[in-house]
């Protein structure tokens, strides 16, 4: 055999193999992000470290309590791109955005929350702490850079309508 159809040869089987390393990875990594958005209530990622913590851990640093809301949406912008979230819970000091787009954030260090159907809902700048993505949309928990007397007035009424 000539040393042309050699290359060739060992070519091809150097291409097929990268091919099909390639889609076995692809196919780990879809496997893992089928398996990451079925868990993810499991597993949160803090944005600062990038390391996985369980929820307990999390619950662990939380200093005040969560209300869980259902039901509410919210204007979510980063000065470039818009979008609807859903609110998944709140605090004093924090607040959890659910549904929002991937693309969303990805180099804003601050975001700007607002509902125009919600009159006691303040506008708030809020700053990401951790995220986690799965099918619906990416989940990011953040803090409140201007929680006024307006969002401590909008946590309570709102903790007091759950209560009741």
Excluded at 85 to 108: H, K, T
Excluded at 113 to 137: A, K
């Amino acid at each position: 055999m000539a040393p042309l159809q050699e290359s060739k040869i060992s070519r091809n089987r150097a291409s097929k193999l990268s091919l099909i390393q390639l889609l076995r990875a692809a196919q780990r990594r879809w496997a893992a992000s089928a398996a990451a958005t079925f868990f993810s209530r499991f597993n949160t990622v803090p944005v600062q470290t990038g390391q996985t913590e369980s929820p307990q851990a999390m619950a662990d640093k939380r200093r005040q309590p969560r209300i869980y809301i259902t039901n509410t949406s919210v204007y979510v912008t980063d000065g470039c791109l818009f979008a609807t979230a859903r609110i998944g819970n709140i605090s004093p000091s924090g607040i959890c955005l659910c549904n929002l787009p991937e693309q969303l954030y990805r180099s804003a260090g601050r975001l700007t929350v607002f509902s125009n159907d919600n009159p006691g809902l303040p506008v708030l700048h809020i700053e990401p702490r951790w995220e986690q993505t799965g099918w619906s949309g990416k989940t990011i928990g953040a803090a409140i850079l201007n929680a006024s007397e307006t969002w401590q007035l909008f946590f309570v009424h709102t903790a007091s309508q759950i209560e009741a």
